[in-house]
Nanobody, 129 residues
Framework: QEQLVESGGGLVQAGGSLRLSCAVS????????MGWFRQAPEKEREFVAA????????VYADSMKGRFTISRDNAKNTVYLQMNNLEPEDTAVYYC??????????????????????WGRGTPVTVSS
C-alpha cells in the first residue's frame, strides 16, 4: 500500500497556478514533518519546501519563496503545495516525502532528501511558455 499519494499536477500556462495535494497513510500523521521536492528531466532532485507537524514552522527553497506555499491539514492527513506565478523552469515531477519528527520546528536539515523516510511516486507538472 502506498503511504504517500500525490495529486493535482498537470499542464498550466506560465503565470498560472496549481495546488498539489499529498494524501498520507502514515499514522499518526501529526508525528511527521512533510516535504516537497521536485525533479526535472536530467536534473537532480531539488528541495522545494518543508513543514513541521503542527504547520507552524516551514522552510522554503530560496528560489520558490514567495511563489510557493506549503500547508497541511492534519484532520485530513494531507499536505498541500500551492504554486503561483508558475514558470517554465518549474516543470518537473513533484514528490512529497515524510520524516518522523515530533519537534515543533523544521530546520534547514529538512532540505536534504536523506532526512525523509517515505516518498510518494510523484505528480508531473508542466508549465508552458
Amino acid at each position: 500500500q502506498e503511504q504517500l499519494v500525490e495529486s493535482g499536477g498537470g499542464l498550466v500556462q506560465a503565470g498560472g497556478s496549481l495546488r498539489l495535494s499529498c494524501a498520507v497513510s502514515l499514522r499518526p500523521f501529526s508525528n511527521y514533518a512533510m516535504g516537497w521536492f521536485r525533479q526535472a528531466p536530467e536534473k537532480e532532485r531539488e528541495f522545494v519546501a518543508a513543514i513541521s507537524w503542527s504547520g507552524a514552522s516551514t522552510v522554503y527553497a530560496d528560489s520558490m519563496k514567495g511563489r510557493f506555499t506549503i500547508s497541511r491539514d492534519n484532520a485530513k492527513n494531507t499536505v498541500y503545495l500551492q504554486m503561483n506565478n508558475l514558470e517554465p523552469e518549474d516543470t518537473a515531477v513533484y514528490y512529497c516525502a515524510a520524516a518522523y519528527h515530533t519537534n515543533y520546528y523544521v530546520s534547514s536539515e529538512f532540505r536534504r532528501p536523506g532526512k525523509y523516510d517515505d516518498w510518494g511516486r510523484g505528480t508531473p507538472v508542466t508549465v508552458s511558455s
